[in-house]
């Protein structure tokens, strides 16, 4: 049973248009989400993060949004630009006696169409 | 050398090898971490250290056999494996009570295993 999903495995947009990646969860006891982003032959970097008790979060291009209600995230991206290409994690945070059990989706591969 | 390095980068095995999987972090961090990610799968979190001490094991088999001799190094012991294990194994680092679920990932091994 997945508790993070990213349904769209792919995605292309426009440069300089808004990109929007989407997260769901299902587990209402994690602390803070976070998106990763991975370039091929590199490890996921880490992007932008949310605490559960805020609605957004926000970082130069990039905005986070948090819906409680409806167990949903989303990453903005404004304007996307073509180094933004690359495969997007959604991962959700629960702590454990100190560690920080990260919970992956599958990732989101974006393209920018330049 | 910055932030967390893995070693080897590729890996290829047959199933009656022994094979060790290397990595080093460079961030002071205090926990350690192995994951494993298949295609099409989410990150599996495979191992937890922290401060050198084993806190999670999720279920791995036995032919895996993690070593974490100080809180910068971690290794990953390899023996009779099988096809299916071929993946991507990264290792990631962070502070223990930092609170925000943020990791620093390496670049991984792709192991294939033959």
Partial sequence: ?114 | ETGVTQTPRHLVMGMTNKKSLKCEQHLGHNAMYWYKQSAKKPLELMFVYNFKEQTENNSVPSRFSPECPNSSHLFLHLHTLQPEDSALYLCASSQVWQGTGEQYFGPGTRLTVT
């Fill in chain 1, 1 to 114: 049973d997945q508790q993070v999903k990213q349904n769209s495995p792919s995605l292309s947009v426009q440069e300089g248009r808004i990109s929007i990646l989407n997260c769901d969860y299902t587990n209402s006891m994690f602390d803070y989400f976070l998106w990763y982003k991975k370039y091929p032959a590199e490890g996921p970097t880490f992007l932008i993060s949310i605490s559960s008790i805020k609605d957004k979060n926000e970082d130069g291009r990039f905005t986070v949004f948090l819906n409680k209600s409806a167990k949903h995230l989303s990453l903005h991206i404004v304007p996307s630009q073509p180094g933004d290409s690359a495969v997007y994690f959604c991962a959700a945070s629960s702590e454990d006696f100190g560690n920080e059990k990260l919970t992956f989706g599958t990732g989101t591969r974006l393209t920018i169409i330049p």
